[in-house]
């Protein structure tokens, strides 16, 4: 089945304590991207990558890293996580001749206390 | 500042009418608007898309009215069902850049 796994599902965690959530996608895509999503803002692009060791920074990537080793994996690292990064968060990914057409993973719910 | 301004926040419809949602935007660059359903606990997915070339796109029940003079574009959800109920996100995309831009969502509730 073609999907776009994110791990944990749900985190909670405190100010500063680095964490790092993960992001997989079998279906050979090149371009993988990270979206926070807040009531009233809707979904904001934090990171993007558009094939191996190539990164580039969304609208929202201030307190964010990426990496991206291999074609499948784009994980998301919060360095020294704040409250402000509270927040619904999306991993997606397509084909680069067709970003717009964009396979989303089931999110997760990060909260910082 | 957001660039692509989707209205209403939330918008609550009879089963059978028209759900009707609103975007404009202001980056005449932008050169694809897709829209986008999410159920509750789920990612967004693709439900429909146009280019700014054509005027409206109709699939099944949904329809995207595009007029670009406006810089405007539109879902219509004809004949609305309960298991329409869902957010809806409009947003538009530079191809040059590989963003996509997306709007702050509408809350769907389609009454039975």
């Known amino acids: 089945e073609a999907q776009v796994t994110q791990n944990p599902r749900y985190l909670i965690t405190v100010t500063g304590k680095k964490l790092t959530v993960t992001c997989s996608q079998n279906?050979?895509?090149?371009?993988m991207s990270w979206y926070r999503q807040d009531p009233g803002l809707g979904l904001r692009q934090i990171y993007y990558s558009m094939n191996v060791e190539v990164t580039d920074k969304g609208d929202v990537p201030e307190g964010y890293k990426v990496s991206r080793k291999e074609k499948r994996n784009f994980p998301l690292i919060l360095e020294s996580p704040s409250p402000n990064q509270t927040s619904l968060y999306f991993c997606?990914?397509?084909?680069?001749?067709?970003?717009?057409?964009?396979?989303f993973g089931q999110g997760t719910r990060l909260t910082v206390v | 500042q957001q660039q692509v301004k989707q209205s209403p926040q939330s918008l609550i419809v009879q089963k059978g009418g028209i759900s009707i949602i609103n975007c404009a935007y202001e980056?005449?660059?932008?050169?694809?608007f897709p829209w986008y359903q999410q159920f509750p606990g789920k990612g967004p997915a693709l439900l429909i898309a146009i280019r700014p070339d054509v005027s409206e796109k109709k699939e099944g029940r949904f329809t995207i009215s595009f007029n670009k003079s406006a810089k405007q574009f539109s879902l219509h959800i004809m004949d609305s069902q309960p298991g329409d109920s869902a957010t809806y996100f409009c947003a538009a995309s530079k191809g040059s850049a590989r963003q996509l831009t997306f709007g702050s969502g509408t809350q769907l509730t389609v009454l039975p």
């Open positions: 997606a990914s397509s084909l680069l001749d067709r970003f717009t057409e964009a396979f």
């Open positions: 980056n005449t660059a932008f050169d694809y």
């Open positions: 279906m050979n895509h090149e371009y």
